[in-house]
DNA sequence: CACCCAAATGTGAGCGTTAACATTCACCAG
DNA sequence: CTGGTGAATGTTAACGCTCACATTTGGGTG
């Protein structure tokens, strides 16, 4: 056993217990209550004396007990953040995004990650997160039912969650990326490239991010005044993205918009083996940016979201929120379109437009 | 405010205070420390009085304050998990595996994600923990400097480090998945394909991992009783793996082996752009089986880690240092090497042997 | 049938902090 | 000089639990 190397002639043999709020008092020459004053910096308390008990913490080394704090105060300067288990680049991200925020706003973060979306998972990890008195929670929730279960458990602090929920609940904050505006930025830049069939690699149904990206589609499409394109339905992985590439290179549209840049990796495989060349024959966006998009080959055109903007966002939520103010609105972070060597001019010789069109 | 529609004549307008012990033996017709009892499953209760209390628990939807408990004990049930501030698909895969673990243990865990390395970070973070009563440390150390930084903190609790150390230091645990096995493997399987010269991309120079990975390759080649193939280095991105590409492109080699699939992923596609083919001109074999390597062009070659037993393990060495055993072993998680299509035969025309080596 | 022992249960004292209230002290107005 | 006032400090009581110890209970023994 590791035993602290201490220089305090403590009692042999026994870890010396740390000092309490009683040592420094009796070290400062003042009372308990004083100390309490100091730290919580409570405004009447002599200069000098505070002096005196700040500088008997430093000699003592003292360090306030939370667990004491937290018993009497029911409050603990932690936040409980619930994630999906998963290794997923966007859950993980948004998680790291979270946590850097969350310690920049001054709280520790205690995380519950969920093997499935039940409610009673998501019980018992909010009702673990009240029994540590967190002062409040962020969900990440990839689908629906996750919400839906979060908001099944009464909750006494505020609870702010990740998801791209088409229209806010009462009683939580929302924030996320905004995936709809996303997947516009994309489709919009396939249009202005001349693309006119324009398919979508959607991903998993449950994902309440895959179905606002693909209401994206559908509305740049609709405002564009472009039929309404080929969709399949992918689960995020690259497999799917190459099945869904081996159906399409059976009638390959002008422009494909995937989900997700995993899938677009799966696509661009399909269409490589189907002898269809991207830009060329076919234009293809992704969305996440992973790292590696950029060297996809093609290197991948895709949509960047800001995990640090969206972990801030959560942040300043959930702290205003807790000022007792009511954050009502929906916040939305901005995504970026990063346009790579995936996406080109509709090609004259493939397009459906005859040649002429190239001299306009 | 949101407000626990509660079903008892509280006093009017204040939230209910939850219910304590005393109340739960009120209601059961006990002693408040009957309840304790029940609650730590003593054996000395009497199994009706046991349903007795469990049922009054259940009515009256009480839970144990874990401040309180943590006050008295100095135990919390928790744990505290240091990893990096890093998206990357390694770190935070093993993240998500050692919190599944620390749950499935009865742990929960406290989690802090460090922007640096230095020894100031690190000891803020060990020093939140201890505050917090954490049983035990887990320390997600890329690096060697992290995990110094760890040591130097003194703590009171086990701490084990996920990390690729050379040899284990003494007083902390480690564990890591065998990078060098991962690398050695990766290297045989080269080499049983006939490639003789066979160069490595490496992750950056600090990173424990790949030194252990380079360490491997170094080693397997030796055994094999091949000559010290080409070192390139790389900081785990596409962009450097690229790079490497580049040049390998000039003086190309048998094989090639990546310190991650990243670095693959950049490889492969400045091979592509150099008209080198793989697998027919080169080999090329990648680290971690990210999702999406089965998708890469080809196909990669990779060696897939098992975070998921990582976690366990950690978790493992953790418990029976807390059970007061004095696990010594470094513990290693065995890879395994996933073969598909980046890697194949040494070919006969661009071989360095002559054409009738293939008879053989 | 008294006796003892172990099992079952109860009692009281903290754990280290903050909250509420009490006290002291210096200073100034009347 | 006296009373009042507010700033600075001290005292006491929770917070909800576990621990150590005290007490009760229910059988076997001799």
Redesign the interface.
Known sequence: ??R??NALPAAPGR?PKPPGMYDVARAAGVSHQTVSRVLNDHPSVRPETRLRVQTAIEALGY??????R??VT?R?E?IG?VTA?????GP??V??GV??AA?EAGY??????L?DASEKQMRAAL??F????VEGVVVIAPSADVVEAALKV???VPMVTISALAQQPA?IYVTSVDHLLGARLAVRHLVGLGHRRIAHIAGPADSLDSSARTRGWRQELDAAGLPDGRLLVGDW???T??AAGLTLARDIPDAVFAGN??MA??L??AL?ESGITVPDDVSVVGFDD???A????P?LTTVRQD?HALGSSCMTLLTSALAGQNPSAQVLVPPQLIIRASTAQRSVTTGHTVRIDAGL
Chains 1, 2 share one sequence.
Do not use: K
């Open positions: 056993m590791r602290a190397p870890t360090r306030r007990n939370t667990a004491a937290a018993l029911r603990s932690t953040v288990r998963s290794a997923l680049y993980t991200s998680l790291i946590e850097a310690r520790f973060v205690s995380l519950v990650s093997a009702e673990h009240l029994d540590q008195s009464d909750l006494r009683g992985s690259a497999e993205g190459y840049d995993e990796l799966g661009l495989l490589a992973i790292p590696g950029a060297f996809f080959s290197r995990f």
